[in-house]
Nanobody, 124 residues
Framework: VQLQASGGGLVQAGGSLRLSCAAS????????MGWFRQALGKEREFVSA???????TYADSVKGRFTISRDVAKNTVYLQMNSLKPEDTAAYYCAGRSRRYSSGSYRSDEYAYWGQGTQVTVSS
């Protein structure tokens, strides 16, 4: 499975962005998928995850502002980010668990596939 993340950019505080994670090589409809982010000089942290059945989880820091979703037909997972804050500035990574695991997870070591990062910069 290859994952291609896109949609990052520069936005003012309070603005919105939608990240996309397009998968190729295999359908990810039954995979647990997640988004993580890593700010400069910091550890990679969990942002959101979605199970094959659509169960979603979020980090407390983004709850109520970010929405994860998936389009099975397009083999793509999205992260809609609203009310962005400067502290949301980071490289965002999409990740997929192996076919054995249909649930999402907050643990990065439970993901087998990773896309390249897409940079999100929020100016104050």
């Amino acid at each position: 499975v290859q994952l291609q993340a896109s949609g990052g950019g520069l936005v003012q505080a309070g603005g919105s962005l939608r990240l996309s994670c397009a998968a190729s090589g295999r359908t990810i409809s039954t995979y647990g998928m997640g988004w993580f982010r890593q700010a400069l000089g910091k550890e990679r942290e969990f942002v959101s995850a979605i199970s094959w059945g659509g169960i979603t989880t979020y980090a407390d820091s983004v709850k109520g502002r970010f929405t994860i979703s998936r389009d099975v037909a397009k083999n793509t997972v999205y992260l809609q980010m609203n009310s962005l804050k400067p502290e949301d500035t980071a490289a965002y990574y999409c990740a997929g668990r192996s076919r054995r695991y249909s649930s999402g997870s907050y643990r990065s070591d439970e993901y087998a596939y990773w896309g390249q990062g897409t940079q999100v910069t929020v100016s104050s």
